[in-house]
């Protein structure tokens, strides 16, 4: 995978599909390496006439590492998050944003259909509201508007990530992903357990990074309430969110397409908060017409 300069900072990042294509940027969560984008998704999206480039967020996976930057432990900033006091951090929401326009600027690309997951929709509303001249259409997946009075996760998701795996060896970092995606993913869809652990060990071979997440985390909560800044967005927009969701319920889903002028919103039953491969196709669909009406593309009616 190739890396490129953006932003001031260096990021790792692939393209699939058709180069000429409509750009389409997808932007990954907490913690989350781009290759949590199931290539099953990307393929799917590529295959309905787009572009689509994946790339890691600084301080995950290969890019850019934040290297010595101190941030509030977990405990304390989830503490900090239901209170309302925001902690003094390294980055920003916004500096994230810069991020990924910057990539779009390294990459020569004027604009882009723009899809975010969990922390990486929060990325992408930013990316609407701050460069609104460099965004065609908005997807916001599993996210929220930052609104504290929301509900929050189940306590087995929020402890789950705030805990850390009893030692670095490999096999306990493994069950330990194995751990994470049970208590934040999909009831209905469950991934073969085989299949899940061949992917933890992929991405803690690729990278294992964990100083990182508290920055991040440290950067979402210091971002506090969207809601005001999501009501000046004018990219057309799509919410999707899954209606069993333990991390982020979709009252933050409702709530963030409640305050993004005509956003549309599509709930899933039985979807938490992850990518199901069962739910390639559906999703891709809904990303794909969604972002062909607002480039005014004809849009296949179903037969």
């Given at each position: 995978m190739p890396q490129i300069e953006a932003n001031g900072i260096t990021l790792e990042y692939d393209a699939h599909g058709d180069p000429s294509a409509p750009p389409l940027l997808l932007v990954m969560g907490l913690g989350a390496q781009m290759t949590l984008w199931p290539m099953e998704l990307v393929e799917a999206l590529a295959s309905r006439g787009f572009r689509v480039i994946r790339y890691d967020n600084r301080d995950i996976g290969l890019s850019h590492k934040c290297e010595g930057a101190k941030a509030p432990g977990m405990l304390k900033l989830l503490l900090l998050?239901?209170?309302?006091?925001?902690?003094?951090?390294p980055y920003t929401l916004a500096d994230m944003a810069d991020d990924g326009i910057g990539l779009l600027d390294a990459l020569g690309i004027e604009r882009a259909h723009v899809v975010g997951?969990?922390?990486?929709?929060?990325?992408?509303?930013?990316?609407?509201?701050?460069?609104?001249?460099?965004?065609?259409?908005?997807?916001?997946?599993?996210?929220?508007?930052?609104?504290?009075?929301?509900?929050?996760?189940?306590?087995?998701?929020?402890?789950?990530l705030t805990?850390?795996?009893?030692?670095?060896?490999?096999?306990?970092?493994?069950?330990?992903?194995?751990?994470?995606?049970?208590?934040?993913?999909?009831?209905?869809y469950r991934p073969d357990p085989d299949a899940?652990?061949?992917?933890?060990?992929?991405?803690?071979?690729?990278?294992?990074?964990?100083?990182?997440?508290?920055?991040?985390?440290?950067?979402?909560?210091?971002?506090?309430?969207?809601?005001e800044r999501l009501r000046s967005v004018r990219a057309p927009t799509l919410v999707i969110h899954g209606e069993a969701d333990?991390?982020?319920?979709?009252?933050?889903?409702?709530?963030?397409?409640?305050?993004?002028?005509?956003?549309?919103?599509?709930?899933?039953?039985?979807?938490?908060?992850?990518?199901?491969?069962?739910?390639?196709?559906e999703i891709a669909d809904a990303v794909a017409a969604h972002a062909k009406e607002a480039s005014g593309l004809a849009v296949p009616q179903p037969a």
């Open positions: 998050s239901r209170f309302g006091f925001k902690p003094k951090v997951a969990s922390m990486g929709g929060m990325i992408a509303q930013h990316m609407a509201f701050s460069h609104p001249e460099r965004v065609i259409s908005l997807t916001s997946i599993m996210s929220t508007t930052g609104h504290r009075k929301l509900p929050s996760g189940t306590k087995e998701a929020i402890s789950v805990k850390r795996p009893s030692s670095m060896d490999e096999e306990v970092l493994v069950e330990h992903g194995l751990k994470v995606a049970h208590a934040i993913g999909s009831p209905a899940l652990r061949a992917r933890s060990r992929a991405l803690i071979r690729r990278s294992f990074y964990p100083a990182g997440m508290p920055r991040q985390f440290a950067a979402i909560v210091a971002d506090g309430d969207r809601r333990p991390l982020v319920p979709v009252e933050g889903g409702i709530d963030t397409a409640r305050h993004v002028p005509e956003a549309k919103l599509k709930t899933i039953p039985g979807m938490g908060h992850d990518l199901p491969l069962e739910l390639v196709e």
